[in-house]
C-alpha cells in the first residue's frame, strides 16, 4: 500500500491528499455544475480480511464547498473517505488530482494540498495545544527546521478559527473529550490546505462542542476557498450545513446533489430504516422522524 500520511518528529501522523480541477458543466436542468475537487472512478475498495466495501463506485467531490457523507453504519461512508486521501489503496479504480492519478505524487506534496482528520488520531498526551497546532505545518518545512514566520502566522489562525487559542498551553491529557476534538481540528487547519477531509469531527460529542465544530465548518464556508468533505451520522446536521451531500448504503451511492434533493422520506426509509416526514425550509430539509421501519 503507498502511505500518504506523513510522519512527525514523535511519531504522530498527518495524513495527505489533493485536489483535482474539471471544467463546469451544466446540469439537465440548467444549472452550473462546480468544478471537482476530488474525483474518484469506478472505485473497488476493501481490506485485506473481507470483500470489497465499496464496489465500483464514482464519485465527484465539488471544489469550495461543503460535502457531507451520510448513510448508516457500515455503509461505507469512512472507507471512501479513507479511499480519497489516499489511506486506503483501491483494488481498482482511481483517484485523480490536478489531472494526476493520487498515488503519484509526492507525500509533501499531497500533504500541502490535502488533510485528513481521522477517527484514530494520536499523540503524547504531554504534548500541548499550540504544540499539536504546528505538527500541522510539518509537511511546509523540513523535519528539523525551525518554525518560520508563516507558520506561527497559521498557526495562529488555525488556534483562532477552533477556538482553543486559551488553551494553547493546556497539554492534550488535559482536556475534555470537546476540547481534545478541537485541538485536532486546529492542527488540520494550521496544515492550511486546499481539501480538508474530516472523518465524523461530531461522534462522541455533547451538544455545545458538536455546535462549535460545525461553525467552524461554517466560517471556512464563508471566508475561504477550502473543499470540505465531513463523515456525519446526524443526518439533520449534514443537511443543515453541508452544500452537497452523498448517501450510500452497502457500499453502493444511493443519491447525490444539494441536501433539497438528497434528503427525502424515500431515502429515510430505504438507507436509514426510518418513516420519516420531510419538509423544506430556509436552511434545508428538516425531517421529522416517526417511527423504525422493519423489513419484511
Do not use: C
Not at 471512501?80 to 486521501?85: C, F, M, N, P
Not at 528539523?144 to 492534550?172: I, K
Not at 426510518?274 to 425531517?287: K, N
Amino acid at each position: 500500500m503507498a502511505d500518504s500520511s506523513e510522519v512527525a518528529p514523535d511519531g504522530g501522523t498527518l495524513v495527505a491528499g489533493g485536489s483535482t480541477i474539471e471544467g463546469r458543466e451544466s446540469s439537465a436542468d440548467g444549472r452550473t455544475e462546480p468544478d471537482s475537487a476530488l474525483v474518484g472512478e469506478e472505485l473497488v475498495l476493501g481490506y485485506p480480511t473481507g470483500e470489497p466495501v465499496i464496489d465500483g463506485e464514482s464519485v465527484s467531490i465539488p471544489e469550495n464547498r461543503v460535502t457531507a457523507l451520510v448513510g448508516p453504519n457500515g455503509s461505507g461512508k469512512s472507507t471512501l473517505l479513507q479511499g480519497l486521501a489516499n489511506q486506503l489503496d483501491p483494488d481498482s479504480g482511481v483517484v485523480t488530482l490536478d489531472g494526476r492519478e493520487i498515488q503519484s505524487l509526492g507525500t509533501k506534496e499531497l500533504a500541502r494540498k490535502l488533510g485528513l482528520l481521522s477517527q484514530e488520531s494520536s499523540l503524547p498526551a504531554s504534548l500541548t495545544v499550540e504544540s499539536l497546532a504546528m505538527h500541522g505545518r510539518y509537511p511546509h518545512r523540513g523535519a528539523f527546521d525551525s518554525p518560520t514566520e508563516d507558520d506561527e502566522a497559521a498557526v495562529e489562525r488555525a488556534l483562532s478559527l477552533a477556538g482553543v487559542d486559551h488553551l494553547r498551553e493546556r497539554t492534550l491529557g488535559s482536556l475534555s473529550g470537546g476540547q481534545k476534538q478541537l485541538a485536532w481540528i486546529a492542527m488540520a487547519l494550521a496544515q492550511d490546505t486546499e481539501v480538508l477531509l474530516l472523518d465524523e469531527p461530531t461522534t462522541f460529542l455533547d451538544l455545545h462542542h458538536q455546535l462549535e465544530v460545525m461553525a467552524i465548518v461554517e466560517t471556512l464556508r464563508a471566508e475561504s476557498d477550502v473543499t470540505v468533505v465531513l463523515v456525519l451520522h446526524d443526518l439533520d446536521q449534514a443537511a443543515r450545513h453541508a452544500e452537497h451531500m452523498l448517501a450510500l448504503v452497502d457500499g453502493e451511492i444511493y443519491a447525490h446533489g444539494p441536501p433539497s434533493e438528497v434528503v427525502s422520506e424515500g431515502l429515510l426509509r430505504d438507507v436509514f430504516g426510518v418513516s420519516a416526514t420531510v419538509e423544506q425550509g430556509e436552511r434545508g430539509p428538516h425531517i421529522t422522524p416517526h417511527h423504525a421501519v422493519h423489513e419484511d
